[in-house]
């Protein structure tokens, strides 16, 4: 992988634990030589990963709507920021510039974001792997509504194992690294 693309909150949340990951995780993308493809702000969760990333030497791609280039959110300071006409186009790019996808805590956006390129994924449009940053448990309920959604049969087995989930940011990488898609699953090009 040499791109990943981390959807992640506009704001930095309540507990001080998601601010230290998103830290963790573009400090970890930059030692490993992954570039950061990210939505171009400087503000909440999304501002600290790309920094981070930044201060550790790695490379930061900033893709964001014209509408939110405005001083009080775009990050000034990205080596490669790209303004796209809406958000159709910056989630279509960002899915293209990247070779995995992981979801740090968010709200809408984030989520909306990481289901769009998962619903990609499960159509066979592409097989690049999704993880989940667990902070803090952060994602437990969602995790536990993906394994309901899979019991009622609205999600098939192999597509639940499409998403990796862990609370430590290395052992996501590493596991997202390994991660190949069932076999059952066939992929359009």
Same mark, same amino acid.
């Not at 830290?23 to 920094?51: C, H, N, P, W």
């Not at 809406?86 to 510039?97: F, I, V």
């Given at each position: 992988? $040499?791109?990943?693309? &981390?959807?992640? !909150?506009?704001?930095? /949340?309540?507990?001080?634990?998601? *601010?230290? =990951? +998103? ?6 993308l930059?030692?490993? $030589?992954?570039?950061? &493809?990210y939505? !171009?702000?400087?503000? /909440?969760?999304?501002?600290?990963v *790309?920094? =981070? +990333? ?42 293209e ?12 956006g ?11 994924s499960?159509?066979g ?7 989940l ?16 959604s899979?019991s ?8 639940r194992?499409l998403?990796i989930?862990d609370?430590n ?12 898609p069932?076999?059952?699953?066939k992929?359009?090009?």
């Amino acid at each position: 992988m $040499k791109r990943i693309a &981390v959807y992640c !909150g506009s704001n930095a /949340g309540q507990r001080p634990e998601y *601010a230290a =990951a +998103a830290q963790a995780l573009g400090a970890l993308l930059a030692r490993e $030589k992954i570039d950061l &493809v990210y939505g !171009g702000g400087m503000v /909440g969760l999304m501002g600290i990963v *790309a920094d =981070a +990333a930044l201060k550790n030497g790695g490379h930061v791609i900033g893709v964001i709507p014209e509408k939110l280039v405005i001083k009080e959110v775009v990050h000034e300071k990205l080596p490669d920021l790209r303004v796209v006409k809406n958000m159709h186009e910056r989630k279509a790019l960002m899915a293209e510039l990247a070779d995995g996808f992981i979801a740090l805590p968010g709200g809408y956006g984030t989520f909306e974001e990481f289901f769009e390129v998962l619903a990609w994924s499960q159509l066979g449009w592409h097989q690049k792997p999704f993880g989940l940053f667990d902070v803090s448990g952060f994602y437990q309920y969602l995790l536990e509504f993906l394994d309901h959604s899979t019991s009622e049969g609205f999600i098939r087995a192999k597509h639940r194992e499409l998403v990796i989930a862990d609370q430590n940011a290395e052992n996501l990488l590493a596991r997202m690294r390994s991660h190949r898609p069932p076999a059952e699953v066939k992929w359009v090009s």
